[in-house]
C-alpha cells in the first residue's frame, strides 16, 4: 500500500467478541482502540459472532457485522466467557467450530469484497485467521495478527494447533501482541518481528487528578482499601488474596473485591470462613461507582497467578485503570504485568501465590506514604508515555501503512 498519508486506511477488524450493545462492557479496550482510529480518520468496520439471534447493528457509529452459525439457541460460544472456557466444561460445544468458522470466512469474503478494506486486523488468530486468509484468498488484502494469550494457551494444550499458529505467523503481513510475555510466545512458535501493542485506559470520562481528591481518599478516620477489580477467575489468584487478608489487622485494613465470576460463590464462602472482617465483595458496580472505588483506594492489588491450564494475564489492563487514578500498585510477577510494573519503581512486584508476600506489601504501602506517593506517580508517569492511546494508535497506522 502506498506510504501517502492523505489515503485513506480502511480496517475491517475480525474478532471473537464485540459489545451487543451501547451500555456492553465486553472488551472496552478493543471497542476504545477502533474508536480512535476512526477518530484519526480510518475507515472501521467490525466482523463478529452473533450473540443469540443478534442481527448487524452499530456501536459509537462503527458498524459491526453479525455473522450466524446456528439457530439463536445455540449461538453463545462466545461473549461473556472466553469459548475455551465453555468448551472446557462441555465439549459439545465444539461442534459449533465448523460453522462457525465457516460462517465467519464468508462473512468476511462478502465484506471484502464489498467494502475493499485496505487491512484485515484480526483479533484472536485462533480460529479467526482461518477467515482472514480465506478471504485474503479472493481479494489480496493484507493480514494483520493480533494475538493476547488465550489462543496461545490453546497451542500448548492441543499440539495439532501450533502448526497452524505457525503457518499463520509466518505469512501475516504483521503481527502484534498485547505485551512483551505474548510476543515471546509468539516468537517460540515461529521467529519474526513482533510489534508490542498494548491497551490503553478504557474510561471514557476525563478523570479529576488524584490530587483533588485527597480529602476523600482513605481519611484518617477510614480503613486502608486496598481495591481488586477483575473477573473472579483461577488465575486472578483472588484465593491467595483472602489468604492474606486474614493475616491483616481488620481494624486497618479493608480487601474490596470488584467484579463476579465462576469463582464467586466459592471465594465468598473462602472469605466468610477466613477473613470475614478484611473482606467485602461489590459485585458488577458501575462506571461511576467504580470511580469512586478508584478514588478512594489507598492501593490496589492484582495477584495474578499461572493457573491449572497454564494461564494467566497477557497484560493486566486494569493496572493501566489504576495508574491514571495515581493509585500505588502491588501485583504478582507473572506474564505481561512485568511491562506495567517495575519492582519498587512503578509499584510492588511479589511472587505468585504468596500470601505472606501479599500481606507485607499491603503493609509496606500502608506504612511508608512517601513511597506509595512515588511509586503511584512513577507508574503513571510510565502508563502515560508507554501505554498512551495516542502512542498506540499512531503505531497501528504507522504498520497499516507500512503494510
Not at 380 to 386: I, L, P, T
Request: charged share 25%.
Amino acid at each position: 500500500m502506498s506510504n501517502d498519508s492523505s489515503k485513506k486506511i480502511s480496517v475491517l477488524t475480525l474478532t471473537s467478541v464485540y459489545p451487543r450493545f451501547h451500555e456492553d462492557t465486553e472488551v472496552p479496550w478493543l471497542r476504545m482502540s477502533l474508536r480512535k482510529l476512526k477518530e484519526r480518520g480510518c475507515g472501521v468496520t467490525v466482523a463478529a459472532p452473533s450473540y443469540r439471534g443478534l442481527k448487524n447493528h452499530s456501536i459509537d457509529d462503527i458498524p459491526v457485522y453479525r455473522y450466524r452459525y446456528a439457530p439463536a439457541g445455540l449461538e453463545f460460544l462466545t461473549h461473556e466467557e472466553g469459548a475455551p472456557s465453555k468448551i472446557a466444561r462441555n465439549p459439545f460445544l465444539q461442534l459449533l467450530a465448523i460453522p462457525y468458522v465457516i460462517s465467519g470466512s464468508l462473512k468476511t469474503l462478502f465484506l471484502c469484497l464489498k467494502l475493499k478494506p485496505s487491512v484485515i486486523h484480526v483479533h484472536w488468530p485462533f480460529p479467526h485467521a482461518f477467515m482472514a486468509y480465506f478471504a485474503a484468498f479472493f481479494r489480496k488484502t493484507p493480514v494483520v495478527l493480533n494475538f493476547h494469550g488465550a489462543e496461545l494457551l490453546l497451542a500448548k494444550k492441543k499440539r495439532w494447533i501450533k502448526p497452524l499458529l505457525r503457518f499463520f505467523i509466518k505469512h501475516a503481513n504483521a503481527v502484534f501482541a498485547n505485551s512483551s510475555f505474548t510476543a515471546m510466545v509468539i516468537t517460540d512458535i515461529y521467529k519474526r518481528d513482533v510489534e508490542i501493542s498494548p491497551y490503553g485506559t478504557t474510561f471514557d470520562t476525563a478523570r479529576a487528578a488524584r490530587d483533588n481528591h485527597d480529602d476523600d481518599a482513605n481519611p484518617p478516620h477510614k480503613k486502608f482499601r486496598v481495591l481488586f477489580v477483575g473477573r473472579h477467575i483461577e488465575r486472578k489468584g483472588i484465593e491467595y488474596l483472602i489468604k492474606a487478608a486474614a493475616t491483616l489487622d481488620p481494624n486497618i485494613y479493608q480487601i474490596r473485591i470488584v467484579g463476579q465470576g465462576d469463582l464467586t460463590e466459592k471465594l465468598k464462602a473462602q472469605a466468610a470462613k477466613e477473613a470475614p472482617e478484611q473482606v467485602v465483595f461489590l459485585g458488577k458496580i458501575s462506571n461511576e461507582d467504580l470511580e469512586k472505588e478508584y478514588q478512594q483506594a489507598g492501593a490496589f492489588i492484582l495477584p495474578a497467578i499461572v493457573d491449572s491450564r497454564g494461564d494467566t494475564e497477557g497484560l493486566g489492563v486494569v493496572l493501566i485503570e489504576a495508574a491514571e487514578y495515581g493509585i500505588p500498585i502491588i501485583a504478582s510477577a507473572v506474564g505481561g504485568i512485568v511491562d506495567v510494573i517495575i519492582n519498587d519503581k512503578t509499584g510492588l512486584l511479589v511472587k505468585e501465590k504468596s500470601p505472606t508476600e501479599l500481606a507485607n506489601a499491603i503493609k509496606r504501602l500502608h506504612d511508608d506514604p512517601t513511597l506509595s506517593k512515588t511509586l503511584a506517580e512513577n507508574c503513571k508517569s510510565h502508563v502515560n508515555e508507554f501505554f498512551s492511546w495516542d502512542r498506540i494508535t499512531e503505531k497501528q497506522i504507522t504498520i497499516y501503512k507500512n503494510i
